[in-house]
């Protein structure tokens, strides 16, 4: 009789089943950190990841910036570092673009999103482990696509053959991490995340939710994310 599932045993799968595909141009450099992250996935799953009846937050996947280069979802290097209080040396990427280095930790550059999301989590909890104890957050797709500029690419944008080849790696994982964690509710932070959640929820008994993505490429982000983000998450809280 096997194990039951853990989130780290999923987020391995969900490694192993990814690091599998592979993908074409105008895509040049993929980078998985929960691979060469792993120290702060790992921590992160070990301090924040075994708590059930909580609410999922759902992003896309990593930013250049962020979980990029500190392995954890929405991971701006200051608040992971600071206020998560994960701290671990970081590794490179098999294939590094001499444009987007991973520096881990020494990162200088901010990623806007990711201040912004765990910003308003310290703001409206105080402690890590006060949110922790309320919410879990957790990416649909672990990888980061490049061009041979430098340029992010999103999943969304692969073509189709790859992109389903993907997401039915990432659908999988995500159904199994709802297993585990059993959520009150689920939000998608933005369209993309909600969809999935819709795709992947579809036969299941979990509420789910959107908010607005906090990319500074969004003008209703950039008019204040926080104050919407605690419009949804009063009436999420509300019902569970």
């Known amino acids: 009789m096997s194990a039951p599932a853990t989130l780290n045993s999923v987020t391995l799968d969900l490694a192993d089943a990814v690091d ?6 105008p895509v040049t450099h993929v980078y998985n950190p929960l691979r060469y992250a792993w120290a702060a996935q790992a921590e992160y799953l070990r301090r924040y990841g075994a708590a059930k009846g909580r609410i999922i937050l759902l992003g896309m996947n990593p930013g250049p ?5 500190v392995g ?11 206020w998560i209080g994960i701290d671990v040396p970081i590794a490179k990427p098999a294939n590094e673009h001499p444009k987007r280095p991973v520096q881990g930790f020494d990162c200088t550059r901010s990623e806007v ?4 999301l765990w910003g308003w989590a310290r703001d409206r909890f105080g402690s890590a482990d006060a949110f922790f104890a309320r919410y879990f957050v957790v990416n ?3 990888l980061v696509f490049m061009e041979a500029s430098g340029r992010n690419f999103t999943p969304d944008k692969l073509p189709k053959a790859e992109r389903e080849a993907l997401y039915a790696h990432c659908d999988t994982a995500l ?3 709802v297993e585990v964690l059993q959520p009150a509710a689920a ?4 369209r993309f995340a909600y969809d999935c959640l819709g795709r992947v929820l579809a036969d299941q008994q979990v509420p789910i ?11 209703v982000a950039n008019r204040g994310w926080a104050p919407l983000m605690d419009a949804v998450a009063d009436e999420v809280e509300g019902q569970c």
């Open 209 to 219: 939710f959107t908010a607005p993505h906090p990319s500074p490429a969004s003008p």
């Open 72 to 82: 954890v979802p929405f991971g701006e290097v200051a608040m992971v570092r600071d």
């Open 113 to 116: 999103s990711g201040k912004r």
């Open 187 to 190: 939000i998608g932070i933005g």
């Open 175 to 177: 159904r199994r991490s």
């Open 140 to 142: 649909y797709c672990p």
């Open 20 to 25: 599998a595909l592979s993908f074409s141009p």
């Open 65 to 69: 910036f962020g979980m990029a280069q």
